[in-house]
């Protein structure tokens, strides 16, 4: 996490700095939530395996998520502007946004596709995943920048924010990198472990982890939401299309 630190230097040292979102940042409620989720997915691997496979028990983390970031909403002013989707944020946006989503679905693309077989891995398995059965005109693009918007807001607006909050105001300013790193640490860990995550990728829910990490350096530099968004989106879009095409 100090290699992802230098590389992308914040320009927010702490929640509390002069920056010119400070004030609100200053006062922020019930930022602990952010760990319930974190729980939860650790939860569910304490489950026996026939829980496990119950798709509800595989979505409670992500819907419980949801259900506190409405919760940590209603109990902090102008929650829009705290997770980074203001509307003057998109031009800086789609700039990170795309150029990093195009840059990671290339280089997890040459992963997948001849890596992981080089390695003994099986591939063939993301034919039959929920995806690959969704028609392609329901997929492209829409679809697609549904899941990325859906899910960006959950693990990088929501979880990390409230992570990046909860350290920040419980220990001095001197450790703002260290509590930086963990926040995103713990994020990109808790992303790439989602249970759904899991049971559909299987042993590439691993790729998950350094795309956590790299989105969520992105959103601490700039404190911008349509950065993860985009890039999660331009990603998957190139991963879909050339995937979709090889093992077809």
């Not at 590439?204 to 956590?212: F, Y």
Request: aromatic share 12%; no cysteine.
């Amino acid at each position: 996490m100090g290699i992802l630190a230098r590389a992308f230097p914040s320009s927010h040292t702490s929640v509390t700095t002069s920056e010119p979102n400070a004030s609100i940042r200053t006062t922020e409620r019930l930022a602990w939530l952010g760990m319930l989720p974190v729980a939860a997915t650790a939860l569910y691997y304490a489950l026996s395996s026939r829980w496990q496979a119950v798709t509800a028990v595989q979505f409670a983390p992500q819907l419980l998520a949801y259900l506190l970031l409405s919760l940590w909403a209603q109990a902090n002013p102008r929650p829009i502007e705290r997770i980074g989707l203001t509307p003057d944020l998109i031009p800086e946006g789609l700039r990170w946004g795309l150029v990093t989503g195009l840059i990671l679905g290339s280089l997890n693309v040459t992963v997948i596709l001849w890596l992981v077989p080089w390695l003994g891995g099986d591939i063939l398995f993301l034919l039959k995943t929920p995806h690959a059965q969704i028609p392609v005109v329901v997929m492209l693009p829409w679809f697609i920048l549904l899941i990325a918007v859906v899910i960006e807001i959950n693990f990088r607006g929501f979880l990390l924010g409230r992570l990046l909050a909860l350290f920040s105001g419980r220990t001095p300013r001197r450790y703002a990198r260290i509590h930086e790193s963990l926040a995103v640490a713990i994020s990109a860990i808790t992303f790439s472990f989602d249970p759904f995550m899991v049971m559909t990728f299987k042993h590439l829910h691993w790729i998950a982890l350094w795309d956590g990490l790299i989105w969520g350096a992105l959103w601490i530099r700039f404190r911008n939401l349509y950065i993860p968004i985009l890039a999660h989106a331009a990603e998957v879009i190139v991963m879909y299309i050339v995937l979709r095409n090889v093992l077809a």
